[in-house]
């Protein structure tokens, strides 16, 4: 298990999540507890990218318990189609939201929150987690961002 990252520079997401993805692989193979793993991917990401906030929900009991994060506190749990974050795991899909004043039934953990981005974690076929990750910038998340975290979610080992 490596635990040192190297922080790219660069500007270019991708160049950012091409460089991180195989630390982040790095820091869990080998590593069979969940919590650590996840703990250490938001982590990651939040080292790299600077989020305002980054973690997972896991589902419990059908309704999203909070789990690892990086950040200020947070919501603890979320029922299915509530807010972002219920309305990924509901529909089963990655969900980029631009301006979270502008998404319906949003639930503001934060008001320094501005942008979201949502993205499920499947495991034998269902969403079992879900990753969040929040801006304080307008617009900040795109499909690059999706495309590399919805990668990202697949080096999880939920078993």
């Excluded at 997972?56 to 974050?85: H, M, S, W």
Aim: charged share 20%.
């Amino acid at each position: 298990m490596a635990e040192d990252l190297t922080i790219t520079a660069s500007t270019d997401k991708a160049e950012q999540y091409q460089s991180s993805i195989p630390q982040i692989r790095a820091l869990i193979e080998g590593e069979p507890d969940l919590v650590a793993n996840l703990a250490n991917i938001c982590a990651a990401l939040k080292e790299q990218f600077k989020w305002f906030w980054i973690g997972f929900y896991l589902v419990k009991d059908n309704e999203l318990v909070l789990g690892p994060f990086q950040g200020p506190v947070a919501c603890t749990r979320i029922g299915l189609g509530k807010g972002v974050c219920g309305t990924a795991w509901q529909q089963e899909k990655t969900l980029i939201v631009p301006n979270v004043e502008e998404f319906p039934g949003h639930i503001a953990c934060s008001s320094l929150s501005q942008s979201e981005i949502v993205v499920p974690v499947f495991h034998e076929g269902k969403v079992t987690a879900v990753l969040d990750a929040d801006s304080e910038a307008l617009d900040h998340f795109d499909e690059t961002d999706a495309s590399y975290l919805e990668k990202i979610v697949t080096l999880v080992n939920f078993t």
